[in-house]
T-cell receptor, first 113, second 113 residues
Framework: AQKITQTQPGMFVQEKEAVTLDCTYD???????LFWYKQPSSGEMIFLIY??????QNATEGRYSLNFQKARKSANLVISASQLGDSAMYFC??????????FGKGTTLSVSS | DTAVSQTPKYLVTQMGNDKSIKCEQN?????MYWYKQDSKKFLKIMFS???????INETVPNRFSPKSPDKAHLNLHINSLELGDSAVYFC????????????FGSGTRLTVV
């Protein structure tokens, strides 16, 4: 069975600093996709970044990068130069063959000035 | 030009009532989903439809009945509402199996009193 684990219930960071949100996963599928979504207090689910299991390079999208370590089954999200607007809940998610997107329990990020 | 739209955004109703949540996507996707986000923010798949056919039906009480009149619409009908049904329900869509990700609606906050 597939599983996503986010072990950090909450993280605190100051503006302009970088922060890493941890995510580990478990799957026996050779082909899978890893995602990060942001959920601000307004409630919508915002797609941030995607990494395919066969991608050789780590995905990057602006200030977001995904530190993909396949052997360790980890897919950590790195946010550089944090902004106040980054305060939100962040979900790591995975999809495999024949399965729907499954989510971790989320990490609440608080950015302070 | 909303990609995935859900109505209503908020729904407050009494125990025992029957209610529906509607979802429409204009992305041309062929697969749609319903997720439930509980009070602890955990997101769990409920149903998935591909071209109007039920693909995934997780362990959900049969009081919940999805209906897909066409591939652009997936509605959720809930009979005999219970207090424990209070949650945020998200509709999502993808092309095919969604290995490139899902697009989520803005959610419907259901409160059963």
């Amino acid at each position: 069975a597939q599983k996503i684990t986010q072990t950090q219930p909450g993280m605190f960071v100051q503006e302009k600093e970088a922060v890493t949100l941890d995510c580990t996963y478990d799957t026996s599928d050779p082909s899978y996709g890893l995602f990060w979504y942001k959920q601000p207090s307004s409630g919508e689910m915002i797609f941030l970044i995607y990494q395919g299991s066969y991608d050789q390079q780590n995905a990057t999208e602006g200030r977001y990068s995904l530190n993909f370590q396949k052997a360790r089954k980890s897919a950590n999200l790195v946010i550089s130069a944090s902004q106040l607007g980054d305060s939100a809940m962040y979900f790591c998610a995975m999809i495999g063959a024949g399965t729907a997107l499954i989510f971790g329990k989320g990490t609440t990020l608080s950015v302070s000035s | 030009d909303t990609a995935v739209s859900q109505t209503p955004k908020y729904l407050v109703t009494q125990m025992g009532n029957d209610k529906s949540i509607k979802c429409e996507q204009n992305l041309g996707h062929d697969t749609m989903y319903w997720y439930k986000q509980d009070s602890k923010k955990f997101l769990k798949i409920m149903f998935s439809y591909n071209n109007k056919e039920l693909i995934i039906n997780e362990t959900v009480p049969n009081r919940f009945s999805p209906k897909s009149p066409d591939k652009a619409h997936l509605n959720l009908h809930i009979n005999s509402l219970e207090l424990g049904d209070s949650a945020v329900y998200f509709c999502a869509s993808s092309q095919g199996a969604g290995l490139n990700g899902y697009t989520f609606g803005s959610g419907t906050r259901l409160t059963v009193v």
